[in-house]
Every structure is written in structure tokens, then in C-alpha cells.
């Protein structure tokens, strides 16, 4: 059974802060990593993709994943209030033909 | 870029109907599509992958005679929300792979279905 964890939060940062949301999954064939934003009643919108450990740098996006720990971060930097949102895990096995198995979502709240 | 359109994106139904719910790729051909699930304060399930031309692939505990899924053409995968009952009221997501894509998922835009 394949899992993702998360935690539900939800997670209150300060508007200017960084946001550290973590996730870690179960199956150590996972080859490809996403974290996806989902705002109330809309679908997710893919906001990073890592498939090698180390880091990964997108704007104010960075994540990071660790295989050997079969972990997967992302951080917020300058956190803005239109980042409150829920954010989601996502791992799969790395094909094509593979959809992908989510965590719950972190629930993300910047202060004004 | 990408661009997965969903269709429609809320319906109401009575109970003991079916529902069809589109999905297409605009710019893209999609060899893959996946469908998923969302109940309030849930994750995405995957429910099955359909693949063109294809039977779907069923994820365990999904009735495939209920969610009936043709993937007909590389741009268009249905899905038939078939004698729908309460318990199918969910946000029904879909999403695509290209050939073209480096393995980007790109969701629909959801599906709201209540079931009266």
C-alpha cells in the first residue's frame, strides 16, 4: 500500500516568513515527487516537480527531497497571502502510465 | 502550454442516474489519463487509468461497472457516473499525460457531483 504523509496543519506563518511543509511517503520505488496547491472547490495546480535528492529552486519555490529518508519538503520564502492555500504531496512511481498517490494536503495560512 | 479541459464543471443529478463527465487535452495528445476523487477535507483518490484505445485500469475498491471510463481518442476520456447513488456526490478530478510532457500532470478543472 502506498502512502503519503502530511501534516494536516493547518500551518500559520507570518507574511514575509518561510513556509516548511514536509511530506514523506512509504514506497522507496518512488521516483517522482510533485507538490501541487489546491485552493477551496478548485483542482490542483502543479507548483513544483523534483526527481533527483538535493534541491530544486523555482522562484520563491524551493523543494528538496531525500530518498534515503524517503522525504520531501517544500519551502515558501517571502510568503505571501495569496500562498494560503492546501498543498499536496504527490508521489508515483515514475512512468507515465503511473498516476499518482497524494497526501491529505497541508493546510497553509499566511498572516496578513 | 498544457491545458486539460473538464466538463461540466457541476452537475446535479437524481438519484439512480448516470453521468457523463468529459475530459479533454487541447494541445496536446494524451497516451495516459488518470481520474480521481476528492470527498470534502480529502486527498485525491485514483480511481482508474485509462489508456487510448485501451481498457482502464481499476484502482482496488473502485466498481468498474459503476465508473465507466472510455478513452476513445489521444484528446478525450469519459467518464459515467453510471445509477449514481449519494455516497458518488465528490469532486471528480481528471488529469493527462503527453507524449509530449516530461511526465507533467495536468488536471482538469474538476467536476462537482451532487447527487440529489
Known amino acids: 500500500q502506498k502512502e503519503v504523509e502530511q501534516n494536516s496543519g493547518p500551518l500559520s506563518v507570518p507574511e514575509g516568513a518561510i513556509a516548511s511543509l514536509n511530506c514523506t511517503y512509504s514506497?522507496?520505488?518512488?521516483?517522482?515527487f510533485f507538490w501541487y496547491r489546491q485552493y477551496s472547490g478548485k483542482s490542483p495546480e502543479l507548483i513544483m516537480s523534483i526527481y533527483s535528492n538535493g534541491d530544486k529552486e523555482d522562484g520563491r519555490f524551493t523543494a528538496q527531497l531525500n530518498k534515503a529518508s524517503q522525504y520531501v519538503s517544500l519551502l515558501i520564502r517571502d510568503s505571501q497571502p495569496s500562498d494560503s492555500a492546501t498543498y499536496l504531496c504527490a508521489v508515483n512511481l515514475g512512468g507515465g502510465a503511473d498516476g499518482l498517490t497524494f497526501g491529505k494536503g497541508t493546510h497553509l495560512i499566511i498572516q496578513p | 502550454g498544457a491545458v486539460v479541459s473538464q466538463h461540466p464543471s457541476r452537475v446535479i443529478c437524481k438519484s439512480g442516474t448516470s453521468v457523463k463527465i468529459e475530459c479533454r487535452s487541447l494541445d496536446f495528445q494524451a497516451t495516459t489519463m488518470f481520474w480521481y476523487r476528492q470527498f470534502p477535507k480529502q486527498s485525491l483518490m485514483l480511481m482508474a487509468t485509462s489508456n487510448e484505445g485501451s481498457k482502464a485500469t481499476y484502482e482496488q475498491g473502485v466498481e468498474k461497472d459503476k465508473f465507466l471510463i472510455n478513452h476513445a481518442s489521444l484528446t478525450l476520456s469519459t467518464l459515467t457516473v453510471t445509477s449514481a447513488h449519494p455516497e458518488d456526490s465528490s469532486f471528480y478530478i481528471c488529469?493527462?499525460?503527453?507524449?509530449?510532457?516530461?511526465?507533467?500532470?495536468?488536471f482538469g478543472s474538476g467536476t462537482r457531483l451532487t447527487v440529489v
Open positions: 488529469s493527462a499525460e503527453g507524449r509530449m510532457t516530461d511526465y507533467g500532470y495536468t
Open positions: 514506497d522507496r520505488g518512488s521516483q517522482s
